[in-house]
């Protein structure tokens, strides 16, 4: 399984940015969750939005309404619409894969809870 990520940039507060995850996976590209992450410290990943392979999406309390999470049709591409970006939106935003559906069903699951990832692409919100 490859991730690659990208789109990550510098914006100003209030900016846009789209990220994109291109994914080549070993079997059907239907049968994999994904998601995206970001860095929040040198150990944790924050669970920014997910898109489970039934087409549930869940979002991060801090990006609602903001992020919009999608995957093309042949679900071997992922986005992340980035509006109104704030400052505390800087990260290194990660996109991640598992193979069927997250154990956590309420919420972005854990980041345990995907076996695959990308090397990241780093966005930078300036006030």
């Known amino acids: 399984v490859q991730l690659v990520e990208s789109g990550g940039g510098s914006v100003q507060s209030g900016g846009s940015l789209r990220l994109s995850c291109a994914a080549s996976?070993?079997?059907?590209?239907?049968?994999?969750?994904m998601a995206w992450f970001r860095k929040i410290s040198e150990k944790e990943r924050e669970g920014v939005a997910s898109f489970d392979l039934d087409g549930s999406t869940n979002y991060a309390d801090s990006v609602k309404g903001r992020f919009t999470i999608s995957r093309s049709s042949a679900m071997n591409t992922l986005y992340l619409q980035m509006n109104s970006l704030k400052p505390e939106d800087t990260a290194k935003y990660y996109c991640?894969?598992?193979?069927?559906?997250?154990?956590?069903?309420?919420?972005?699951?854990?980041?345990?809870?995907?076996?695959?990832w990308g090397q990241g692409t780093q966005v930078a919100v300036s006030s």
């Open positions: 996976f070993y079997y059907n590209s239907n049968v994999y969750s």
């Open positions: 991640a894969a598992t193979y069927g559906v997250p154990r956590t069903r309420i919420g972005v699951p854990p980041s345990g809870e995907y076996s695959y």
